[in-house]
């Protein structure tokens, strides 16, 4: 992957809890960024075996020269460890490190890592600091940013967890260098649903340079995580807590979380079942007259192009809905889907009847 150092800031802005995203290449390895938020000279840095081993290191030199001491703690990697078991491992790593309420937790890792983490500290000695240092495509663009955190439970993904937000967000696009091929491609899923949902102009940007971001161009991946921050940013601003707006950002997720839970975590990976989710919505939209089917086919293409799914695994109509009615967005028993009215425009919709949502689904 091609260097591009100049680095770029965007700010979340809620208030005083208001924090800075930096991006740009090297900037893990920069001891300014973390200084201002680690005051006590001492953090508690969370990463996975597969991670530690590629930027661990970066990350301790970068802490080191900042004048912080860090305990370490390495889990499992993958979304099947994202747990009760392995939050506890997080537990007794912070607490056999003598770690206190005023020690950060820092996130060296993708959305696992940042998820898993990120509720350690939100719960830790009822809440300390975290700072996020996201290494996925897909945590840059989406979950690093927002504060929202979670562990996943058998009957439902993301069931337990709380909203808290980081103090900053480290995002160095020059980690992606080492991220698997279908890694990034889950990545653009979400990058692809920022455009769906928000900006029309991106979506076109996007449709003009697929090529340029799956060969991880730096200048087209900085310009894709930059503008999906600065999008999420916004919407976590209106509505924090997801009491209205922020729901748009789970386009895809209804159906895409119903892929995961059924499929066992970790078999699809979640961009992959958003993306594929992403096309179910697009085509219910369609069913529901919001969306025209030259549209929804538009979506269909562009999640191809990508080299991700576009259709479901072969569950039954019935399975959807009862792994559907335990999503976070269902309210006394009714699902709530997020739909698209147009490229770059979303709303929420309930109580859809079963014909137009089977004929999505593929299955009249
Ligand atoms: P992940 O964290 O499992 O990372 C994917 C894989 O890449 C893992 O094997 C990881 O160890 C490895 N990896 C990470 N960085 C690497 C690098 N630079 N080079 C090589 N390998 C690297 O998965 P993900 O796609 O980053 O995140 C998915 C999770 O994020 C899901 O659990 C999803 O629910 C969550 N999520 C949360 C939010 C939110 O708002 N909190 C939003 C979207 C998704
Ligand atoms: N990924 C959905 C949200 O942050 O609200």
Redesign the pocket.
Known sequence: MKDVRGMTQLTVSLGERSYPIHIGSGVLDEPELYRPHIPGGRAAVVT?D??AP??LARLRSALAAAGIACVEIVLP???AH?DWQTLDRIADGLLAGRCDRRTPIVAL???????MA?FAAAIYQRGVPFIQV???L??QV??S??G???I?HVRG??MLGAFHQPRAVITDVG??????ER?LR??LA?VIKHGLILDAEFVAWLEASMERLLARDAHALVHAVRRCCELKAEVVRTDEREEGLRAI?NFGHTFGHAIETAMGYGSW???EAVAAGMVIAARLSAEAGLLARADAERVRRLIERAGLPTDGPPLAYERYMELMAVDKKAERGSIRFVLLEGIGAARVAADLSEAPLRRALGQP
């Open positions: 996975n597969v991670v590629l930027y990697d993958g979304e994202k890792g993708g959305g696992v890592i940042g998820d990120g996201p290494t996925t897909l945590a989406d979950s940013v927002g929202k955190t979670a996943n993904k993301n980690t992606l260098g080492t991220l698997p890694e889950a990545g979400e950002l990976l979640h961009g």
